[in-house]
Nanobody, 118 residues
Framework: QVQVVESGGGLVQPGGSLRLSCAASGSIFSIYFMAWYRQAPGKQRELVAISTQSGSSNYSVKGRFTISRDNAENTVYLQMNSLQPEDTAVYSC??????????????WGQGTQVTVSS
């Protein structure tokens, strides 16, 4: 089994910054991608950023959010700057790869709440 745990959420004022962390652990052979999603109340979940095995990253929130990855620690970070109230959401981490058993896995964390408010 592969476990995914996020941390780093909280309450921040508009214009502030937060850094989210997501660590994958367990029976991991290789990781293909690590991605951040968010879901605001009453809205559909959306992809925020993704880091693939090749190192490429894509963003739905360009310019303010930066994804980075520590392959040795199976950890991905999301640096969020200039946060706005519309960034308020539950941020979840999704990790996909191959387990030691040779089977593919696609695991989600429990999510971390980010609230941007004055």
């Amino acid at each position: 089994q592969v476990q995914v745990v996020e941390s780093g959420g909280g309450l921040v004022q508009p214009g502030g910054s937060l850094r989210l962390s997501c660590a994958a652990s367990g029976s991991i052979f290789s990781i293909y991608f690590m991605a951040w999603y968010r879901q605001a109340p009453g809205k559909q979940r959306e992809l925020v950023a993704i880091s693939t095995q090749s190192g490429s990253s894509n963003y739905s929130v360009k310019g303010r959010f930066t994804i980075s990855r520590d392959n040795a620690e199976n950890t991905v970070y999301l640096q969020m700057n200039s946060l706005q109230p519309e960034d308020t959401a539950v941020y979840s981490c999704n990790v996909g790869g191959t387990a030691q058993s040779g089977t593919a896995f696609n695991s989600w964390g429990q999510g971390t709440q980010v609230t941007v408010s004055s």
